[in-house]
């Protein structure tokens, strides 16, 4: 009997352990989107076991299910749309296809085209610039950032641009130190934009890869504290072209990246504080936590198809490896996925 050469065996042991490590890692994205796929999606569900009969009544309680859903009327008819054109192909509603239609949907509205993120410059250092509300997360996010950039070898400094609570600081310093990187701060109470313009400056003259720039939570609905950002964001672009040549100055408005943090359970109300940030911030991404604790993670369909702005990170636990790159594919399959599905 031949015996299995060395190679062949180490190649499909190398591959039997990725298929592992796939497996554990598509369980570990269903296991925290658990609770935003027990909100309209369950209830959907619920409506398409037993093949129902395609009458008016069915009509009405799937239109009922998503404009109640916190994806938000414009994607909400979306949806419905697609789902009746399905069901007046027949007299039994066909689970499958009408899931079917859902999903790819959902797919093309989470698709959204976004220029390459978190490219290094050729300029180092890439300056990234974090915005949101109080309380979404915004200081625990670039903390994990950090830790993602520190892992692949990159110089990463940390911005304590949040210079009105001592505690964002103090928070900020455990981080960098948590994940073994530089912060930058300055007093409390001072400029926040002299703040940042001096911690960008800092990444240039010390050669950092990364600059991650933390400002204060903002009220939405408080048109001057919304005003400080743009002024926040002039610091940057000014920092930025400090260090370029003067011909390439002009073409540089702002950070490289600045991501707009949303809070999950929130629901709606997070597309609403994302539309009131748009108009007056310009911003290149959405990153939204909180994930694994609550049914209203529809609310990511919402943003992506009314402000046509990228998703680039999730949170879907507490852990730095749990604020995960944004997946498409990967979040529709986790969002729809178990056979209580199939009808």
């Not at 007299?91 to 085209?113: C, F, K, M, N």
């Not at 993670?297 to 998703?311: F, M, Q, S, T, Y």
């Amino acid at each position: 009997m031949p015996v299995e050469k060395p190679k062949v065996v180490a190649r499909e042991a190398r591959e039997a352990d990725l298929d592992v490590r796939a497996d554990l890692e598509r369980a570990r994205y269903e296991a925290g989107l658990a609770k935003t796929r027990g909100g309209f999606v369950t209830k959907l569900a619920r409506l398409f076991r037993g093949r129902p009969k395609v009458d008016a009544d069915l009509k009405d309680r799937i239109e009922e299910v998503l404009f109640t859903a916190d994806i938000g009327p414009t994607t909400a008819q979306r949806l419905l749309t697609n789902v009746t054109s399905v069901l007046d192909k027949s007299e039994i509603a066909d689970a499958d296809a009408v899931w079917q239609a859902i999903h790819a949907t959902s797919l093309q509205i989470l698709q959204v085209p976004a220029a390459q993120s978190e490219q290094m410059p050729v300029d180092k250092p890439y300056v990234l610039l974090m915005i949101g509300v109080n309380g979404v997360g915004k200081t625990t996010t670039l903390g994990k950032i950090a830790a993602a950039h520190v892992a692949i070898g990159r110089k990463v400094l940390l911005v304590a641009g949040d210079t009105f609570r001592a505690a964002a600081i103090e928070q900020l310093e455990v981080w960098a130190h948590r994940v073994g990187c530089e912060i930058h701060k300055g007093k409390e109470g001072a400029d926040p934009s002299s703040v940042i313009f001096e911690g960008i400056a800092r990444g240039h003259r010390e050669a950092f890869d990364v600059v991650l720039c933390d400002t204060a939570g903002r009220l939405h609905t408080r048109k001057e504290l919304m005003d400080e950002l743009q002024k926040v964001r002039r610091a940057c672009a000014k920092a930025i072209a400090s260090a370029l040549a003067p011909e390439q100055r002009e073409a540089v408005q702002g950070p490289h990246d600045t991501f707009l943090v949303l809070d999950a359970t929130i629901g709606q109300n997070a597309l609403a504080q994302a539309q009131m940030f748009k108009d007056t911030m310009d911003f290149t991404g959405l990153v939204l936590t909180k994930l694994d604790g609550t049914a209203k993670g529809g609310v990511l369909l919402g943003v992506c198809d009314e402000l046509a702005i990228p998703v680039r990170y999730i949170g879907i636990g507490e852990g730095v490896e749990d604020l995960r790159p944004f997946d498409p594919v990967r979040f529709c399959e986790a969002l729809f996925a178990g056979k209580d599905l199939a009808g």
